[in-house]
């Protein structure tokens, strides 16, 4: 019986009974990643049939989860037995990672989401997933900055939008808005909850949100200065964020730009994490994913409402067989329309989140 339902394809072979597994999936990255070990097996490592730098597939289930490349590969031996462990990453790493060497970083007139897109992404065989609405959305006189990373410059793209972007399963990418529609499965207490977490960080918050960028005068061909801020009750009063906005911009658009930003920030710092059993959606009968809504239950932490899978990991170990982490965020904070936010006092928070409570 094997021990680990995951299996690795790479080199035309399929590799299962994994001892220990750790994969990874957030909506603040443009790429998964995995971290895989085998013990007592191999001995002779040439025989091993992984490769760095190899392609690579993940299955869980039959059910493909993340494809990429095998990036680092470590044999431990001794006389306690041998190891071998296997990390790697989705396809999309090297958007994320890599620079473009262009003839023009300047895309000059009326360009749109796609157009952009996929000049910045044909030279890595990655496809970016998006309805017909965000890929028509015009981007004008828009450019790449010298030495600045396609993955930056993807998620500069989305914040101008108000919009998410984070790696796929299959190796692409998805530029939208989260998810609104039904939930799809549960976490609760006396079911799949082992353990569950919830604070309130304050460490990314600001009293002030100011976006700063440039419109233009008429048809003078001239610029000027345009700004515009947004306030957060409850936080200390010299604490300001200044986001510069490099393409053309207006008033309104400015300060609808500060007010995403202190939104998204206040949603990432309500924090939720729950330790489910198993790999499994117990509604779907799929693995768990991010971008979807999910129903908690736990009132001893204070959670009973309907939550965003933020980030996902997956594990495996010996001692505590297959579970799954998820990381929770409220929707509302990441929609691109603005929502009104009622700061909650210290004291509140400390009295509802203070300690880790077990299910």
């Known amino acids: 019986m094997l021990k680990c339902d995951l299996m ?19 909506m603040d990255s443009l790429f998964g990643e995995f971290d895989l070990t085998i013990k007592s097996r191999w001995i002779d490592k040439k025989d091993l049939p992984i490769k760095a730098g190899s392609p690579c597939v993940l299955f869980l289930s039959n059910r493909q989860i993340l494809t990429g490349f095998i990036d680092y590969i470590n044999f431990s031996f001794g006389s306690e037995g041998s190891s071998i462990e296997v990390y790697g990453r989705s396809k999309s ?8 060497d262009l003839k023009s970083n300047q895309f000059r007139g009326k360009q749109t989401v796609m157009s952009v897109t996929e000049k910045l992404l044909e030279p890595f065989g990655v496809f970016l997933e998006a309805d017909q609405e965000v890929q028509t959305k015009e981007l004008k006189d828009w450019k790449l900055e010298p030495g600045e990373r396609v993955g930056d410059a993807l998620i500069r793209i989305a914040q101008s939008l108000r919009l998410q972007i984070h790696g796929l399963a299959n190796g692409g990418l998805f530029l939208g808005k989260p998810f609104t529609g039904k939930t799809a ?12 977490q919830s604070a309130f960080d304050y460490t990314d918050l600001f009293s002030r949100y100011i976006v700063r960028g440039e419109e233009k005068e008429g048809n003078t061909g001239k610029t000027k200065a345009v700004r515009g801020e947004e306030k ?27 007010e995403w930003e202190r939104q998204v920030r206040h949603g990432k710092a309500y924090q939720v994490s729950s330790v489910v059993s198993g790999w499994m959606n117990p509604e779907t009968g799929m693995p768990w994913e991010i971008n979807t809504l999910v ?35 409220h929707p509302d904070s990441f929609s691109s329309v603005p929502v009104e936010i009622k700061p909650e006092s210290k004291e509140d928070h400390l009295k509802k989140n203070s300690h880790l409570i077990y299910g």
């Open 8 to 26: 690795l394809v790479t080199g035309g072979q399929i590799i299962r009974g994994f001892d220990q597994v750790s994969v990874q999936y957030s």
């Open 93 to 100: 790493v090297d958007v994320a990672e890599s620079c473009l």
């Open 185 to 196: 499965g549960w976490v609760r207490v006396g079911d799949n909850l082992e353990k569950i």
């Open 232 to 258: 957060q009750a409850g936080i200390r009063k010299a604490r300001t964020l200044v986001v510069p906005y490099d393409a053309l911009t207006d008033k309104k658009k400015a300060g609808g730009l500060a």
């Open 295 to 329: 129903a908690v239950d736990c009132i001893k932490a204070s959670v009973k409402k309907d939550l965003l899978i933020f980030g996902v990991s997956f594990d495996y170990n010996d001692e505590q067989g297959h579970t799954t982490t998820l990381e929770l965020k």
